[in-house]
């Protein structure tokens, strides 16, 4: 154990190893001709957030070049990117022949922002989740975000 009032004793210099700190999971559905109220009713969920194509962010921002329906799911420690990931998986349909039928017509990704404080820290996704995801049509997207522990 560090003891800072004792100059012998050894200082701390970096925290390795753990669970990261927080993840958002999101499904993203993609496509210049998107009808998000047609995929609200087929998910059976509202999306966390939703534009059409040639729809603004604001008056005077460019149109959005495609269209997307977006849900999310967060997470922060000591919850697990699995169990975030679980939680959007039992708001979404279990039909793969309606997945497939997305991916038809869509780009259909499983994104993962990744957050954490310091370095070599992981996750791990179940079996369970795995074999679920397997049948849905997707991509992976991953993208990582580590902080300086004084950040």
Not at 90 to 97: E, G, I, N
Request: aromatic content about 8%.
């Amino acid at each position: 154990m560090n003891d800072e009032s004792d100059p012998s004793s050894p200082a701390i210099v970096a925290t390795v190893g753990g669970p990261v700190d927080e993840v958002r999971v999101s499904l993203a559905v993609y496509s210049d001709d998107l009808d998000p109220d047609l995929l609200t009713r087929l998910l059976g969920c509202a999306p966390s957030t939703f534009h059409r194509r040639g729809d603004r962010r604001h008056e005077r921002s460019i149109p959005y070049s495609t269209g997307v329906w977006i849900l999310t799911e967060e997470s922060m420690s000591p919850e697990t990117v699995d169990q975030a990931l679980r939680r959007l998986l039992m708001r979404l349909p279990d039909d793969s022949s309606l997945w497939s039928r997305l991916a038809e017509e869509h780009r259909v990704q499983l994104r993962f922002g990744i957050h954490m404080a310091g370095w070599n820290k992981g996750f791990s996704i179940s079996n369970d989740a795995l074999t679920r995801l397997s049948s849905m049509c997707l991509s992976f997207e991953f993208d990582l975000y580590a902080y300086d522990h004084d950040s």
